[in-house]
């Protein structure tokens, strides 16, 4: 590797991880690359530089990560010590723990100037050099004075640890006593040049065993910065968002302990510790499916490992063998994370070695949590899978307060009473199993969680967990009631289950009011994908009860964050006269469009949604922020009247944003089903084609509505589409149809369907009802920039209105207004929405956070027309576009 000669990082050396913590859309990727610059040594300008960045995250973030906060102690600039030692005086800081850590961290040590000797002393300090790079190892003639080394020429210092570090790290298969008393002799070295760094990085010629790579570490913690940062950048280039994050991780943890040597050298055969997440980075990266016998001699080698050993094979510099290792030598593992034959066995992490020593990281709690999850979620993924079915044997009648048993887990086959979309797809090898039991209207028996965890192994593939429970005796609720089980793997859902249980004193008689029609059950509504990136921080489902006069609430939240986790029960609440309510806020809004109490009518509006979600909901969202801040959440209602938007946050995450939900967190909206699976909204949209529809309206022209989808025509080269019924459906039906359809048209909500749905040029309205008639639509984002039409309604049961509709045929995502809005703020939110979206990689959803942030303190259509908008879709949603038939100067360049 290229040779550098000091100990500081420039802005140049930090410039791609700089890149990711200024412009990554990963939140997590920004915040440990951000983390990382600020625990590397950095000269005045870089350390300026990364602090402009983390005061930045600071002054945008109520709640910024704890990683972050601790990593700042380490820039050695003013006005980022003035805002940790703020909030260390803070008690009622939610960073005062962090930042006291922070403050403690110690500075690091200055570069003492280098020490020449007369030209006499150069020779006698040449021969020391000679003699301690031939004798480190044996310790035979090695010199007891090693003071002359002080007078070498900067180049000779750093040539001469090069050598040493080479030597250890070539020798990392020697015995324990070898090396510790080599290790000491480079001590010894080190503090006769304690402003040294080596001239290059030694490549590590294999993975290295989990209990050296603590010392190793040690070692390599003497070699440039610049070099240890470019090895991790090299990993970073890869588009696997768990390597990233692993490798972000390691060097956070890593950068504190660059450019200085440890105050205690550890033992050659130790316990991962902080050193060893150096030696992680420096692996070398290795594939699948290469045998021993097929390495090039040049290669990096990876070990192999019997069945029941973690033993190393025949050390390669030599025909000896290494000595055997202590009995407690290497910690005992799991089969599914060792190799065999030289070949990474199925389940394994990328490296079989680097994958242990991370699996020892995960059982001994050194390693992020999130990360683990993480992984093995990508493991969920990878490994060979097969098909089982849902387990949910109960009586079919029970009595009231009288207890029974549920078994819950897996069955070979499907059963009549269990109702499920798919059999489940499980992995074929060894694995856990989390089944969350949704039981409203019975009460559990003891102590027992309704989260139930069962071990799936190929000599029990079927393992099932009994739960038992009972009836709650209220004639209330249903006599048909519903039990739901949500089944997942390494945090990911894998599928839901239901099945009803009949509640009466005998069989037949029903227990209160006859049973209100209603569809067995429903399910949670959450993220499919593996990728850890895009799993939102909080995932709220609204679901209905089983009271017969249908006005309870279900309430139910999990989180991927530790601390938060997820409600072991439903959270029930009980409403009423929703419809009327909504029409009465709807009319009330547009009644005080230029009033003065409008910013106080809306929070009025806020309180009584903010009463209607349950305190442990809100306690969820908090815990949440303070985590990830603004955190997402992924808001999955049946309720198709109460705008959960506006709820108003008591202790608000923000207090520089108005304290609406939908300006402290980044929330998706999406439609629960109760009656079949929803399927989750995509974190991922790939559009081409964008139409947009407008027209000439004879009464109430709308020209900012029309210059609105000029702009789109021009900037996107979207087409344009008359708003006449029959050229919209023949959009929405085309084979070459668009991706993205804007709607910039007068709208109407109205529960008589006289005047309701989309208004066309001819005085006519696109009904829902029309939209749903459509056969298949390639509509996959559709903004409705019209007045109302985000309202929604139920209708046999269901959720329905405009966006349902679209929703119903493709749309994957929809943005649309509750209520009447401002043509030209109307036309300035639809132009910053492309902008921000298609353009600079913004969540759509992230942007309708900003709008509704920046209200504060506005008033008549700037207050009331951002908060209008809904967004339904996954809150993390990225929109890569690539305009069909459009060069990629253009679209990287016009403005708009």
Known sequence: MASRSYRFLTSDDLGPLLGIAAHEDNRSLRTEALAACAALPLDEPAAEEVAELVLSRFRAEPMVPDSLVEAAGHLPVVEVRAVLEGWAADDGSAHQDAARRALATPDRPAVIPSVRGDPGEWASARAVELAVTERLLDGRGFPSDLSPLASLFESGRQRLLSVLIATLVDAVDEDDETLRAATERFGQVVEVLPDTLAADLPQLPRPVLVDRAEWLGAVLSLAPPAEVVGSAVARLRGEDLVERLATLRELSRAAPHLGRPPVRWPEPTSRPGELAHLTLLLEPETGFGQADDQTPPTAPVEYAFEADSLEPPPHRHGAEARPSAPPDRHHALPPEYRSEGGRAVEGTSRHPVLGRLRDWFR??????????????????????????????DAPHHVVPDEAFELRAGLAPLPTPEVVQPAPLTVPADAFTLDVSVLAHGFAVVGEDPLTLHMRAAPDDPYPYRMLRLRAVDDPSLSAERVITAVYAVAGSVIGVAHRTVRVGEAPGEPAGDEPRMQAAGGVWVLPEEADAGTQPDLEIVVAPGNDSEGR????????????????????????????????????????????????????????????????????????????????????????????????????????????????????????????????????????????????????AELKEAKAEAKHLIRHYRANPVDATTDQVLMALEGERGPDILHLAVHGKFSTEELEDGLQMVDGTYLSRRSVSGVEASGVRLVFLNACQVGQGRSELGAYAGMVPAFLGIGAQAAVAPLWNVDDKVAKNFAQGFYKAVLKS???????????????????????STPLAYLFFGHPRLTVQWTAEGASAQREGTDDA
């Open 841 to 863: 990689g913004t969540a759509p959803a992230e942007y309708l956070r900003r709008q509704r942030a920046g209200t504060l303190g506005a008033a008549g259509a700037e207050l």
């Open 552 to 699: 309870q609430h279900c309430w139910l939240y999990r989180s991927p964050h530790p601390g938060v986790g997820a409600c072991d029960k439903p959270l029930v609440t009980t409403l009423g006269g929703e419809a009327d309510w909504a029409r009465s806020v709807m009319r009330g809004v547009q009644e005080r469009k230029d009033a003065f109490d409008l910013a106080h009518y809306l929070k009025g509006v806020g309180r009584e949604a903010s009463g209607a979600v349950p305190e442990e909901v809100w306690a969820a969202l908090r815990a949440a922020g303070e985590r990830a801040g603004p955190p997402s959440v992924l808001l999955a209602t049946w309720d198709p009247y109460v705008p959960w938007e506006l709820a108003l946050l008591s202790e608000p995450l923000d207090p520089s944003a108005p304290a609406h939900l939908g300006a402290q967190a980044v929330v998706g909206r999406w439609i629960y089903g109760d009656r079949q699976r929803t399927p989750a909204p995509p974190a991922h949209l790939h559009p081409h084609r964008m139409s947009v529809v407008t027209g000439d309206y004879a009464v």
């Open 363 to 392: 059982h001994r709690g050194a390693e992020s949590e999130v990360l683990v999850q993480a992984e093995e979620s990508a493991l969920a993924v990878t490994a060979p899978t097969r098909e089982a079915y849902a387990r949910l």
